[in-house]
């Protein structure tokens, strides 16, 4: 049986680039790994057929959240058998408990990686992905109790807002946990990456971690998905992969939303270095947490 990776991040913010590089390291071939073969290498934690497995026969839409809830420890279990060493698991939940349970079984889980992205940027990827307004988009983003999921294909997904996802899966430094910025991997991808090899205990030759980074690179899962398509692009989007650059708040979103993305987000964004310069007037000197000298946050 294999221990638990766990790749987590909120919704569009990296999560699918990062089990494409790691999907084609592992596999080392020359051309591409086809996106819609992800699944072989990396579990989705939220697929229903692992819950049916263990609902006795009862479809998942039947299952209530208490049930549902009960049943995800042996559902992470059943993950382990999967690979006889480490077992990849992509999850969008936020690092916490539903009804009482860990979304996360630790007597299961070697560790994670997590990946983060500007919530200035996020906002534009979600109001593509979920079919909303950009404004629709900034409410859910600072909407504590959002979910996703519950239905014959998904079980629930537990988000809550951004800055909870962040702050769960970062505010307790591990050694068993890499937290990542999207901007960075895009910025300086060689190092990075090698960031998540070395974190893995792994020396590929710099030829193979290069491979790796150009066969999962924006461009190549972007032309994959013209090509073939891509299974996990919403239906209410017309693509999965449609611009994967940083910074498109600055010609998409007002000046009066980026504000407001601000104050609901000021505490994380100022930890991971988002409050761009121009805008440090955001938020009123007394709605700010007061810090001490270290930089720590007092709330």
């Known amino acids: 049986m294999g221990a638990l990776i766990w790749l987590a991040s909120y919704p569009k913010s990296g999560n699918t680039w990062m089990r494409s590089f790691l999907h084609n390291l592992f596999r080392n071939e020359p051309t591409p790994i086809d996106i819609n073969d992800i699944t072989d290498f990396c579990i989705g934690d939220s697929g229903a057929q692992w819950y049916l497995r263990r609902s006795g026969g009862r479809p998942v839409t039947e299952l209530t959240d208490e049930e549902i809830a009960r049943l995800r420890p042996l559902v992470h279990r059943d993950f382990t058998t999967v ?10 939940n936020y690092f916490g408990e539903w009804c009482g349970v860990p979304l996360h079984t630790m007597d299961v889980t070697a560790g ?6 500007n919530p200035l940027d996020v906002v534009i990827s979600v109001s593509h992905h979920f079919g909303e307004t950009i404004d629709e988009a900034i409410a859910h983003l600072a909407n504590d109790q959002t979910v996703t999921g519950g239905d014959e294909s998904h079980v629930l997904e537990v988000h809550r807002s951004w800055s909870t996802h962040v702050k769960s899966w970062t505010e307790h430094p591990s050694p068993q946990l ?6 960075d991997l895009l910025h300086k991808p060689r190092k990075q990456f090698k960031k998540v090899t070395k974190f893995l205990g792994l020396k590929p030759s710099s030829e193979r971690l290069e491979r790796a980074i150009r066969n999962s690179s924006f461009k190549t899962l972007k032309a994959i998905e013209e090509k073939k398509g891509f299974k996990e692009r ?21 000046p009066e939303q980026i504000r407001r993305i601000i104050a609901d987000h000021y505490e994380q964004m100022e930890r991971f270095g988002y409050i761009p310069e121009d805008y440090r007037d955001a938020v009123p000197v007394a709605d700010m947490k007061l810090r001490d000298a270290t930089g720590v946050v007092r709330g």
């Open 83 to 92: 690979f006889p060493d480490s077992v990849f698991v992509k999850t969008h």
């Open 112 to 117: 994670g990686i997590y990946v983060l992205r």
């Open 178 to 183: 890499l937290v990542l910025r999207y901007e």
């Open 234 to 254: 919403s239906k209410k989007a017309d693509s999965f992969f449609r611009e994967g650059r940083a910074e498109q708040w600055r010609e998409v979103l007002t």
